[in-house]
């Protein structure tokens, strides 16, 4: 009996013990969460993610503060976030290069599949297929792509540097229609649209928001988007699906990742508040107006999102042998 009595005693201490351990473990976050950004400050990433911290800090009632890391196609910026510890207190705002920088870089200090757990994407907006009229005849994709493939190589078209979004999309959509233009990068978008107006390129696939007002003075043609269905704010531009390319789709796009080996229920408490601050409707509304569309999904569905754009990227990187040093 007093053995019996001697092993409860000590089931029952370990048993207090573990509560006491368990309620004295702080609730996420109980301190400031830095939010790394990997471009310069004023661009569209950078607005999506403090509108975002701006509504985490109010919900954590915790300073969620953006850290500007631009530099080497966002690899600066996720470097330091693989390399931070697996607490979920340093989240990356992910954006599309986060793939394509995979393939396209031979010496990244990090893997994005291995080193990063996704938390969730945030928004999406498609890029938009544009010409400069004065350069280029038709205003149909059709027509643009029978007068690329009659002059092979003349086309040139800007982008805001190798291995960026739009230059892969432009590799990929080469895949699907075998035109062989000529790429000119620059140190940027807004360069190369400037170029693109004065007619020293010939189109672009580019953010709406860089083009849109071009594109209402009548100085670009807008011919399609690269979205899977057509966008509200230019409903009479079909998409490339529709014109004759079903399989293509390309997104800009950013989302979180943390570390790898951060804790499950810390992934799902920066996902579920991240979520709801998403489907509020002032940012929705707000959203909307950068021409993005909430997209706001599970860990899980943010993996699957992710895999997908590995398979389309690494295909593009390798055919248009893209080597970024």
Do not use: C
Request: proline content about 9%.
């Amino acid at each position: 009996m007093k053995t019996l009595i001697r092993a409860a005693t000590t089931l029952y201490a370990a048993f207090a013990l573990t509560v006491t351990a368990v309620q004295a473990q702080p609730a996420f976050p109980n301190k400031p969460v830095r939010f790394v950004v990997p471009f310069a400050p004023g661009g569209q990433s950078d607005v999506v993610a403090r509108m975002v911290a701006e509504k985490l800090a109010v919900r954590w009632g915790q300073p969620v503060v953006v850290d500007n890391k631009a530099g080497a196609a966002t690899t600066i910026g996720a470097d330091i976030v693989a390399k931070a510890p697996a607490d979920g207190y340093t989240m990356l705002l992910a954006p599309a290069p986060f793939v394509i920088t995979q393939y396209a870089y031979p010496k990244l200090p990090y893997d994005s599949r291995r080193d990063f757990t996704p938390v969730t994407l945030l928004v999406t907006n498609p890029l938009v297929v544009v010409t400069n009229p004065a350069k280029v005849p038709g205003r149909t994709l059709a027509e643009f792509v029978d007068h690329a493939k009659k002059t092979p190589g003349a086309l040139a078209y800007g982008t805001p540097g190798n291995g960026s979004l739009p230059h892969l999309a432009v590799e990929l959509f080469q895949l699907h229609s075998a035109i062989q233009p000529l790429h000119v990068p620059y140190k940027g978008g807004g360069p190369a649209v400037i170029d693109l107006v004065a007619g020293q390129v010939s189109f672009m696939f580019a953010s709406p928001l860089e083009v849109m007002q071009h594109v209402t003075s009548g100085k670009l043609q807008a011919l399609a988007m690269t979205s899977d269905r057509r966008v509200p704010y230019w409903p009479q531009v079909p998409t490339l699906k529709e014109s004759g390319y079903p399989e293509y789709e390309a997104y800009a796009w950013f989302g979180v990742v943390v570390a790898a080996a951060t804790p499950k229920d810390i992934v799902a408490k920066i996902n579920a508040d991240i979520v709801a601050v998403l489907r509020q409707p002032d940012m929705v509304e707000r959203l909307k107006n950068l021409g993005a569309d909430v997209a706001a999904d599970t860990p899980e569905e943010f993996g699957r999102f992710l895999n997908a754009e590995h398979a389309r990227w690494s295909a593009a990187v390798k055919a248009a042998k893209v080597t970024v040093q």
